[in-house]
């Protein structure tokens, strides 16, 4: 398969908080996807964006924020999204949210999947809460999706797992189910309109191309 042919990976980091364990997962899972082979992987780190809670008024046209701009431009080169999740009081934490409603065009006929960690619930209280999103732009939610209970114990104080083949499986099974649909969406959304679906992507085919 060609390079630029190769679906794109975004891994978002969904926590924003100083000290958080959103980032140990992600350096985790994105060297997990790497190995796996079948994606171009980009970690996004919400932190590194001011999103404003504010979001814009009716103008269709006003200009986006810088960081939402920025933020935008990596989201749309996306084929198929991983959200990281900590459960915040049995949810998914306000952070996501505000990056989820800034945008509509990105997301749509994209999978989407989930890793959750929390205490004993592992956070799936806050990728059920998720999941109701995604039908509105429409996005796929994936069958498989990763959840760590206790996440403190799951992995070392080097951050890395302290059972690295038996968390490989699951991300293995989340990465082969994104590999299935992501080329297929990709194809569907750049062929065929979707019924019912009128909207004008912020950003172009253009926006998409990786700088080089
Ligand atoms: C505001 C807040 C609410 C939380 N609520 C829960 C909860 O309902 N259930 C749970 O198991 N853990 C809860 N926790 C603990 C988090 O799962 C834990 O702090 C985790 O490290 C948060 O992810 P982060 O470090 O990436 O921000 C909560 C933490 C915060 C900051």
Known sequence: MPATKTPALAVIIG???????????????AAEAEAHGS???????????????????????????????????????ADAFVLLTPVYNRSYPASLKTAIDWFYGEW????????SYGG??????????????FPEFPAITT???????????VFDHDGRPVDTAGLR????TV???????????REARTTRPYPGLDFEPTFTEKDREVPA
């Open 143 to 153: 069958k498989n999706f990763i959840s760590l209970a206790n996440f403190w114990k």
């Open 15 to 29: 926590s924003i908080r100083p000290d958080r364990f959103g980032p140990t997962l992600a350096r985790w899972f």
């Open 39 to 77: 994606f171009r992987v980009d970690v996004i780190d919400l932190a590194e964006y001011q999103l404003p809670m504010e979001l814009t008024g009716n103008d269709p046209h006003a200009a986006l924020p810088d960081d939402v701009a920025a933020l935008g431009k990596r989201l749309s080169r």
């Open 120 to 133: 004993v619930t592992g956070g799936l209280t806050a990728v059920e809460h998720l999941r109701v999103i």
């Open 108 to 115: 749509v006929l994209r999978p989407v999947s989930f890793i």
């Open 175 to 185: 990465l082969d189910e994104l590999a299935w649909w992501a080329p297929m969406l």
């Open 169 to 172: 499986g699951p991300a293995t």
